[in-house]
């Protein structure tokens, strides 16, 4: 499978450093945009200064503006945002070669259809085989060859560890799966955890609350996850509590700065500007899955009824601190 083609969808700071990834050793790599002024900047330039400044575009990818591009892929990655997953892989159906490997890199849900994306995709590109790649990792450190582990999850276990041995580096390591709505549970969950626990930094409730609310956001996955009979060693896994830990815990992390920004005073509408925090389109339908299976997950409906303008971060704080009390778990 070494000689196999790879296209990369998306060319933002994940996309490229996927893109840098899969090009370790390899020629050829296809690294697709939708606006071709970034394309033909990232081929110039070799260097993706819009998302990632400062580091260098690998040898082997090849940016490009056309869809055509992966008509020879045997392996394509979906790095485009949750909300546009549809509509790209809708794009994609006609020059994607039959029994090709589709790997979802996006973490979301998508909003109206409540649809997990290897649904979304099975809908629009049927001739794929599904694949999914979550964990806890920064596009920045990826790119300057700092260990990161990842899960990689298709139902069929040899093609997941196929894809792992094709896409592990030195540095970047992949753990495979067949667990797959368990890997997308957690990384769509963590996303939206991780505005709580900005918002808190943002507060500057110290580091005990942040502690509490990582472990208490952990339980609401546990329980969500059982709902849905996914696997608790997922859950405990790199693309559960491994994700959960690292996006609530740093700044580099989009939903974390969002929560920032919304506990300094900013309304939803416009901390949410310009930045791609996927837990944002996430929160409604999570809370929505959970309500249909009575599931309480009241730290992700603190969040969503923020998100909505229901509520402010004061009076969410308020309502958490004062849920009765109760057994842990």
């Not at 694949?131 to 450190?141: E, H, I, R, T």
């Not at 939206?192 to 409730?205: D, K, N, P």
């Not at 609401?220 to 491994?242: A, D, H, I, N, P």
């Amino acid at each position: 499978m070494k000689e196999e083609k790879i296209a990369v969808l998306g060319a933002g700071a994940w996309g490229t450093a996927l893109a840098n990834v899969a090009a370790a050793g390899r020629a050829g790599v296809a690294l697709w945009g939708h606006e071709p002024d970034h394309i033909a900047a990232l081929a110039r330039d070799r260097e993706n200064r819009a998302y990632l400044p400062g580091v260098p575009l690998a040898g082997g990818v090849a940016p490009r503006a056309d869809l055509e591009c992966v008509a020879e892929a045997s392996v394509v990655l979906g790095v485009v945002p949750a909300q546009a997953m549809r509509g790209v892989a809708r794009r994609l159906r006609p020059h994607l070669a039959a029994d090709a490997v589709f790997i979802i890199c996006a973490k979301g849900i998508e909003r109206g259809s409540r649809r997990f994306m290897s649904e979304v995709v099975r809908e629009e590109l049927p001739q794929a085989r599904i694949a999914v790649l979550s964990g806890p990792s920064f596009a920045a450190d990826v790119c300057r060859g700092l260990p990161t582990a990842v899960t990689l999850a298709a139902e069929d276990e040899e093609l997941a560890r196929r894809l792992c041995e094709l896409l592990s580096t030195r540095s970047f390591r992949l753990y495979r799966a067949t667990d797959v709505r368990g890997v997308e549970l957690g990384g769509a969950a963590k996303n939206v955890l991780a505005i709580a626990a900005g918002m808190a930094e943002g507060r500057a409730l110290g580091a005990s609350a942040r502690a509490a609310l990582i472990a208490r956001g952990f339980a609401e996955l546990m329980r969500l996850g059982k709902s849905f009979g996914v696997r608790q060693e997922t859950l405990m896994g790199l693309s559960g509590l491994g994700d959960l830990v690292l996006t609530c815990g740093s700044a580099q992390s989009r939903n974390f700065a969002l929560g920032a920004a919304l506990a300094s005073g900013e309304a939803p509408l416009a901390a949410a500007r310009g930045k791609l925090a996927e837990g944002a389109f996430t929160a409604a339908a999570l809370v929505e899955m959970a309500k249909e299976r009575r599931v309480e997950i009241p730290i992700a409906e603190a969040v969503d009824a923020i998100l909505a303008g229901r509520i402010d971060v004061d009076q969410a704080i308020e309502t958490l601190l004062m849920r009765p009390l109760k057994a842990e778990m």
